[in-house]
């Protein structure tokens, strides 16, 4: 099986529980899934029960589908990601944006913890992806190009549309909720970045860091479909904070403001749905 028939195959296995068509897909990070019980559900399907499909193995991470409304905007919930730390091949991480895709969703809507690089940012602040930097990830494009979705060379000049950000930007100032901006960079994980890799993120330009969204963005870009993204910094990086990390602390902060995200992502997401009317 070609790797364009199993992503077929999974979206044959979706289509036998529900024929709904998205228009945005939200994937959501660690500590976030709650966003899923806020939206009108039409259906719902489990990673397990997709054939072939990688399953979240990653504590907090439910592993599922939530299809349903935010308002009049049809959308379809990766309620836990997967991650290249799991050990799952580029391939199987790209297959969900993949089929959200095939699915007919026409926008991606991206959101993780992160940790905050730039000194100007505090553990609770959200960070409007602006860019990414991920070349010393493997680029999950890298292999037979799947010329059924995209270009083999596909430009990565603007992953994040302008005119996301702007309805974004917008809703946290009509919902008051302050914004920052800034590059997010992906490494592999699953280990927390060193004091000197930190110190390198910043000299390359990275703001935050974290172990999953660019390559999504990326598999998105080359589908064609329009990314946005917001940043949970649920930490200050090794080396700013004064005390060790721990995947505990990215939990608690993520619970600590996670009705301000929730309002935040749910009210983007109506935004956007209206310019797809």
């Given at each position: 099986m070609t790797p364009y028939e199993k992503l077929q195959n999974c979206l044959a296995c979706v289509r036998k529980k529900t024929d709904f068509v998205p228009d945005v897909a939200l994937i959501l990070g660690s500590g976030l899934g709650a966003l899923a019980d806020e939206i009108e559900t039409v259906a719902t399907v489990d990673y397990h029960d997709i054939e072939g499909f990688p399953v979240s193995t990653v504590v907090g991470h439910k592993g599922r589908f939530v299809f349903g409304t935010f308002g009049d905007v049809k959308v379809v919930i990766m309620q836990g990601r997967v991650h290249f730390y799991e050990g799952y091949s580029r391939e199987d991480i790209l297959l969900p944006t993949r089929l959200m895709g095939l699915m007919g969703a026409k926008v991606l809507f991206l959101t993780n913890a992160a940790g905050g690089v730039n000194k100007d940012f505090r553990a609770g602040d959200f960070m409007l992806i602006t860019d990414h930097i991920m070349s010393l990830f493997p680029n999950p494009l890298i292999g037979r190009n799947m010329d059924e979705l995209g270009p083999r060379f596909p430009d990565m000049s603007q992953v994040y549309t302008k005119e996301l950000q702007e309805k974004i930007i917008a809703t946290a100032a009509k919902c008051n909720i302050p914004l920052q901006k800034g590059v997010?960079?992906?490494?592999?994980?699953?280990?927390?970045?060193?004091?000197?890799?930190v110190?390198?993120?910043a000299a390359l330009g990275g703001d935050a860091v974290g172990m999953s969204t660019a390559c999504e963005a990326a598999a998105a870009c080359h589908m064609g479909m329009k990314v946005c993204g917001i940043s949970c910094i649920t930490n200050q990086a090794a080396g700013i904070s004064p005390t060790p990390l721990s995947h505990e602390e990215v939990f608690e902060t993520a619970n600590r403001v996670a009705p301000l995200f929730r309002q935040l992502v749910k009210e983007s997401i109506i935004a956007i749905g209206e310019g797809l009317k």
């Amino acid at each position: 099986m070609t790797p364009y028939e199993k992503l077929q195959n999974c979206l044959a296995c979706v289509r036998k529980k529900t024929d709904f068509v998205p228009d945005v897909a939200l994937i959501l990070g660690s500590g976030l899934g709650a966003l899923a019980d806020e939206i009108e559900t039409v259906a719902t399907v489990d990673y397990h029960d997709i054939e072939g499909f990688p399953v979240s193995t990653v504590v907090g991470h439910k592993g599922r589908f939530v299809f349903g409304t935010f308002g009049d905007v049809k959308v379809v919930i990766m309620q836990g990601r997967v991650h290249f730390y799991e050990g799952y091949s580029r391939e199987d991480i790209l297959l969900p944006t993949r089929l959200m895709g095939l699915m007919g969703a026409k926008v991606l809507f991206l959101t993780n913890a992160a940790g905050g690089v730039n000194k100007d940012f505090r553990a609770g602040d959200f960070m409007l992806i602006t860019d990414h930097i991920m070349s010393l990830f493997p680029n999950p494009l890298i292999g037979r190009n799947m010329d059924e979705l995209g270009p083999r060379f596909p430009d990565m000049s603007q992953v994040y549309t302008k005119e996301l950000q702007e309805k974004i930007i917008a809703t946290a100032a009509k919902c008051n909720i302050p914004l920052q901006k800034g590059v997010y960079m992906q490494l592999t994980g699953p280990t927390f970045e060193t004091p000197a890799e930190v110190r390198m993120v910043a000299a390359l330009g990275g703001d935050a860091v974290g172990m999953s969204t660019a390559c999504e963005a990326a598999a998105a870009c080359h589908m064609g479909m329009k990314v946005c993204g917001i940043s949970c910094i649920t930490n200050q990086a090794a080396g700013i904070s004064p005390t060790p990390l721990s995947h505990e602390e990215v939990f608690e902060t993520a619970n600590r403001v996670a009705p301000l995200f929730r309002q935040l992502v749910k009210e983007s997401i109506i935004a956007i749905g209206e310019g797809l009317k």
